[in-house]
């Protein structure tokens, strides 16, 4: 378990203010948060890398906060990586082992384990420069976890990699998070990763933790007007009946319209979409549409780069939030009749009621 | 009146301005080392090269700069990574006291060795531990007064370019700050060295107002290179004073050949 308690500091223009979290064993613990909120400060601290004044961290209720960052057996993967560029693919992942008292063999050995179990095998003497930005991230992460961590901190696993790359670590991220039962902490400025992958969520906003909750609470649940704004105000809908269609696919019915979403298992209860995933169009979209339909503007308001709509749909109304940008180039006006789409791989479903 | 220096116009003027200004730098150059051709012939040079005095100034000149630039270097790897990674009250003076050699005329701070073995601490060593005054550790001690400093800013610049989230990585995988040190700052500063220690060294080479000072310029006891020029024009031997430029002319252009081929590699100034 780690316990951060009453933690403040200031270092340049971030600035903690008495962060207090606690974080169970085995737990996958997202810190969310937008640009220059102090994720990445708080996370050098567990680490190890900054001394505060103020507050306590305990790890597995072991008072560590004096303790230098080499005392405290932490897998620890930097934003960018951090590859060591003067040795070989094999010595980065090997660079931990060999502070430990073990023979070559067995440094060996476990290096060519996590390579295998990273996919990064057939890399192990390559220069890191040339390697792509996804492999990388897998060789910083055979790094951190070589040495039998603790925990495992990363920050922003995923947020210099293109869209597949990342949504390929994703996945991988939890299987070893799986495997190793390893507690881990993930920073991520991105929402739909952090309700993706957390089993609970903090959100932290201007060096302050303002909600600490499981991703459902969190979206349907906001604490305070900081987080709503943060999150965005998802869209809702309870739903009446569900169907499966096979492979992975169910049509869930919310009052008078029929969505189709991927899921498999049990009931659906809730669905819920953010407005950044319904998209606004004035002419009917070409071709086969899933989850289009056709609403009544009911409300337009500028918020910043983007503009937010309110769409009166079979007699719900849904929020959708476009850039201004592109609002400048369509003719939207209040009363007008508009035709929308609900992203199908953004909607997220529910089983329990909450 | 500057409407001519205007768009495309402008454009020529200031590229044919700043590339003669490149070309008649290179021909004043290349003017000085053709009057020395000149000047000079095969037999007389070479019999001017290879007289017992020029080899022992040779000699003495790469041994002195060498033990120079080793302690020089040594001094200001640890000094180096202070200035870049600490932080403390008071960096800004001392970082601008180290900058002060640089500027300084060598001549001054010879002067200023002699002057400090005349006091009653500076005597005590020169009569008990080391005899600098008018010796040949005088040559060494002059050579790195003057490029200790050198070798500290070209090893900071090295320093501030390696990111310092390295030396924490290694620190979280185990680690302590002397081992992350030498396991990964050196190894990333690798290039920075070599090729700081080049230029410290060929700096050392030519070192000769401090060194005149302190240790003097004596045939055959504390004649370096420089001093050997001076010697020769002194006792208007001018074939013999060619003979030593053209020594010197070669270490530098081996020097700046083998930082060329580093800087083609990696490293950056």
Not at chain 1, 149 to 171: H, I, M, Q, V, Y
Not at chain 1, 255 to 284: C, F, N, Q, W
Not at chain 2, 165 to 172: D, G, H, K, L, N
Not at chain 2, 181 to 206: C, E, H
Request: glycine share 8%.
């Amino acid at each position: 378990m780690i316990k951060i308690e009453g933690l403040s500091l200031r270092l340049g223009e971030f600035n903690l203010k008495d962060i207090d979290l606690s974080i169970r064993d085995g737990e996958y613990f997202v810190i969310l948060g937008p640009t220059g909120a102090g994720k990445t400060v708080l996370l050098e601290c567990l680490a190890g890398l900054h001394h505060f004044k103020k507050g306590k961290v305990y790890f597995n209720g072991a008072d560590v906060t004096r303790l230098m960052p080499e005392e405290r057996n932490l897998g620890y993967v930097p934003q960018d990586y951090v590859l060591f560029p003067f040795i070989d693919v094999f010595n980065n992942i090997a660079f931990g082992l060999k502070q430990l008292k073990i023979s070559t063999s067995e440094v060996r050995e476990r290096v060519n384990k996590l390579a295998d179990l990273m996919g990064v095998s057939h890399l192990l003497h390559r220069e890191t420069r040339t390697l792509s930005g996804g492999e990388k991230q897998r060789i910083a992460l055979a790094r951190a976890l070589a040495p039998s961590p603790r925990f495992l901190l990363l920050d922003e696993p995923l947020g210099a990699l293109d869209l597949r790359t990342a949504k390929n670590l994703r996945l991988e991220l939890r299987r070893i998070h799986r495997q190793f039962g390893l507690t881990t902490i993930h920073i991520t400025h991105d929402l739909m990763e952090a309700l993706e992958m957390a089993d609970r969520v903090a959100v932290i906003q201007d060096g302050r933790v303002e909600q600490v909750a499981e991703p459902e609470k969190m979206l349907f649940y906001p604490e305070g007007e900081k987080v709503a704004d943060f999150i965005g105000s998802p869209n809702i809908l309870d739903c009446d009946y569900c169907r499966s269609l096979g492979q992975g696919v169910m049509e869930v019915g919310c009052g008078d319209m029929k969505l189709t979403v991927a899921h498999e298992g049990g009931d659906i209860r809730k669905i819920a979409i953010l407005p950044r995933h319904i998209y606004v169009s004035e002419t009917r979209p070409p071709g086969l549409s899933v989850n289009g339909f056709q609403g009544l503007i009911t409300s337009i308001e500028p918020a910043g780069n983007t503009v937010k709509i309110l769409i009166d749909v079979a007699e719900k109304s849904l929020l959708s939030e476009i850039p201004s940008y592109i609002f400048e180039d369509m003719n939207l006006t209040v009363g007008k009749e508009v035709f929308l789409i609900l992203r199908m791989r953004r909607i997220r479903v529910y089983e329990s009621s909450l | 009146m500057f409407r001519i220096l205007k768009g495309a116009g402008g454009e020529r003027v200031f590229r044919v301005a700043t590339i003669s200004a490149m070309v008649l730098l290179a021909l004043f150059f290349l003017g000085i080392i053709a009057s020395l051709l000149a000047y000079t012939k095969w037999d007389t040079f070479v019999s001017a090269l290879f007289s017992e005095e020029i080899l022992f100034a040779i000699r003495l000149s790469l041994m002195t700069a060498t033990i120079a630039a080793v302690i020089s270097m040594l001094i200001a790897v640890p000094v180096a990574y202070a200035i870049s990674r600490a932080r403390f009250p008071g960096k800004d003076i001392v970082d601008s006291l180290l900058d002060l050699p640089i500027v300084i005329s060598p001549v001054a701070l010879g002067a200023a060795l002699l002057v400090f073995f005349n006091t009653p601490l500076g005597s005590a060593i020169d009569d008990n531990i080391i005899k600098f005054v008018f010796s040949v550790p005088g040559i060494v001690l002059a050579q790195v007064t003057v490029i200790s400093a050198l070798a500290v800013r070209l090893l900071k610049s090295t320093f501030d370019g390696i990111d310092p989230r390295y030396e924490q990585v290694a620190r979280t995988l185990g680690c302590s700050k002397p081992e992350a040190f030498f396991r990964v700052t050196l190894p990333l500063a690798r290039d920075g060295l070599i090729a700081s220690g080049i230029l410290t060294w060929a700096r050392a080479v030519g070192e000769f107002g401090a060194t005149v000072m302190l240790a003097g310029a004596t045939a055959m006891k504390t004649e370096t290179l420089p001093s050997a020029i001076f010697l020769s024009l002194a006792s208007a031997d001018v074939e013999k004073a060619i003979a030593v430029i053209f020594v010197l002319i070669l270490i530098a252009v081996a020097a700046l050949l083998v930082i060329r081929r580093i800087i083609g590699r990696r490293y950056r100034i």
